[in-house]
T-cell receptor, first 113, second 116 residues
Framework: AQSVTQLGSHVSVSEGALVLLRCNYS??????LFWYVQYPNQGLQLLLK??????LVKGINGFEAEFKKSETSFHLTKPSAHMSDAAEYFCAVSGDGGFKTIFGAGTRLFVKA | EAGVVQSPRYKIIEKKQPVAFWCNPI?????LYWYLQNLGQGPELLIR????????DSQLPKDRFSAERLKGVDSTLKIQPAELGDSAVYLC??????????????FGPGTRLTVL
């Protein structure tokens, strides 16, 4: 079985500050992990994904995430927040063998001027 | 390259009425997904197609929901009759193949359904 827990339904940061969105997963098989972003009234867009290669994954818009097996975590970070980063962020887990993708409940990021 | 297209974008209906959503995936994508997204929640899979075959419909409430993907391209999701609790956003996504867990899913903008 697989599951995803996103800590914090809302995160607020100042423009230029570090962004840290937390994600912990549970998986009975080697996991593949994803971060998606959703802007208002739009579908989800892939930010980055971990597929068992490098543990530090770089994505679009300056985001990156690190896979830590010992902590079962895949936290998303960005060194300096921009107003345009305000959106909903979803962490997701899947696996080989027909496992479906399981999404977390999402974290809404607010960026203050 | 055109993205995943969904229509309508918004739908308001009375309870007990039927409703249908349409999705056209990215050209060449064999796998099509329908997700339900409730307010403040992540997407939850309703059904997954590999070409014309529904390979995972375990979460589809079959008493009122049905789906089809004729010719393995576009797809329709239907609810009949709709209930108040069906108010949500219905997302369609596609990927090249669903067999690999690493496959990226591309999402459409969704259909926001309101049942009165």
């Amino acid at each position: 079985a697989q599951s995803v827990t996103q800590l914090g339904s809302h995160v607020s940061v100042s423009e230029g500050a570090l962004v840290l969105l937390r994600c912990n997963y549970s998986s009975s098989v080697p996991p593949y992990l994803f971060w998606y972003v959703q802007y208002p009234n739009q579908g989800l867009q892939l930010l980055l994904k971990y597929t068992s290669a490098a543990t530090l994954v770089k994505g679009i818009n300056g985001f990156e995430a690190e896979f830590k097996k010992s902590e079962t975590s895949f936290h998303l970070t960005k060194p300096s927040a921009h107003m345009s980063d305000a959106a909903e962020y979803f962490c997701a887990v899947s696996g080989d063998g027909g496992f479906k993708t399981i999404f977390g409940a999402g974290t809404r990021l607010f960026v203050k001027a | 390259e055109a993205g995943v297209v969904q229509s309508p974008r918004y739908k308001i209906i009375e309870k007990k009425q039927p409703v249908a959503f349409w999705c056209n995936p990215i050209s060449g994508h064999n796998t099509l997904y329908w997700y339900l997204q409730n307010l403040g929640q992540g997407p939850e899979l309703l059904i997954r197609y590999e070409n014309e075959e529904a390979v995972d419909d375990s979460q589809l409430p079959k008493d009122r929901f049905s789906a089809e993907r004729l010719k393995g391209v576009d797809s329709t999701l239907k609810i009949q009759p709709a209930e108040l609790g069906d108010s949500a956003v219905y997302l369609c996504a596609s990927s090249r193949t669903g067999g690999a867990g690493t496959d990226t899913q591309y999402f459409g903008p969704g259909t926001r359904l309101t049942v009165l």
